[in-house]
């Protein structure tokens, strides 16, 4: 088993900074991908960023120049600095293991799950 724990989220003024960080413990698997996704009231989740082992990005157009997805691997920890945030970033924020080393966007990719975070952005 692994297991996933985020912390970092709050509340925050539009044009401000959180960063989210995702602590893995357990059976982790280092060589796997890890995901950001998040999830707004009514609608699904949707894929924030990803990173795999060596540092390799992807990053959702919708966040692209905005937010940025690193990880510590001797830490076990991802991270998400997300900068000039808008109202529209509110949202439950998820962090996952992928089932593998590249990088998907689709959740079903991912084997384990966070139990997430609050983020939300004041106008």
């Known amino acids: 088993q692994v297991q996933l724990v985020e912390s970092g989220g709050g509340l925050v003024q539009a044009g401000g900074s959180l960063r989210l960080s995702c602590a893995a413990s357990?059976?982790?698997?280092?060589?796997?991908?890890m995901g950001w996704f998040r999830q707004a009231p009514g609608k699904e989740r949707e894929f924030v960023a990803a990173?795999?082992?060596?540092?390799?990005?992807s990053v959702a157009d919708s966040v692209k120049g905005r937010f940025t997805i690193s990880r510590d691997n001797a830490k076990n920890t991802v991270y998400l600095q997300m900068n000039k945030l808008k109202p529209e970033d509110t949202a439950v924020y998820y962090c996952?293991?992928?089932?593998?080393?590249?990088?998907?966007?689709?959740?079903?990719?991912?084997?384990?799950w966070g139990q997430g975070t609050q983020v939300t952005v004041s106008s």
């Open positions: 996952a293991q992928g089932g593998g080393p590249s990088i998907a966007t689709m959740p079903s990719a991912y084997d384990y």
């Open positions: 990173v795999t082992w060596t540092g390799g990005t």
């Open positions: 357990g059976h982790t698997v280092s060589s796997r991908a």
